[in-house]
């Protein structure tokens, strides 16, 4: 059977592709953009991981070395621009935080990322 399209039909098939395509194309683009996003945040947060075992072991100090020596090694600085990585010591913790702005599609556009990782100071002591 063959249907003919009806005049008054005419230009629909346009109409539908304008507005169809534009949200298709957000979609696809925010799909991406949350997984860069999601990925900056696992990369961050595994660099104040680091840098808080560092800080640790030594007495709360040189978090904020490891923590920027493992962001070296594991990006170019595509996947997140580091801000600020801070190390905060208590009486008997370690608080390293790494702060930053993820890689975005949309020029200008900024999408900050902070992540933080704490944990007690070991102390060895003699038996």
Request: glycine share 10%; hydrophobic share 45%.
């Amino acid at each position: 059977m063959i249907t003919v399209a009806r005049p008054s039909e005419r230009g629909s098939t346009t109409l539908e592709t304008v507005v169809l395509w534009p949200a298709v194309f957000l979609l696809i683009f925010g799909i991406v953009h949350a997984g860069l996003w999601f990925h900056a945040r696992n990369v961050a947060l595994s660099a104040a991981r680091e840098g808080v075992r560092a800080a640790s072991l030594h007495d709360g100090s040189g978090g904020t070395a490891r923590a920027a020596d493992f962001l070296a090694a594991t990006t170019d600085g595509s996947v997140m621009r580091v801000g600020d990585i801070r190390e905060t010591t208590g009486a008997d913790t370690v608080t390293v935080t790494v702060t930053g702005s993820s890689t975005t599609l949309i020029p200008g556009w900024r999408v900050d990322v902070s992540q933080s990782a704490t944990a007690p100071i070991r102390r060895w002591s003699a038996p």
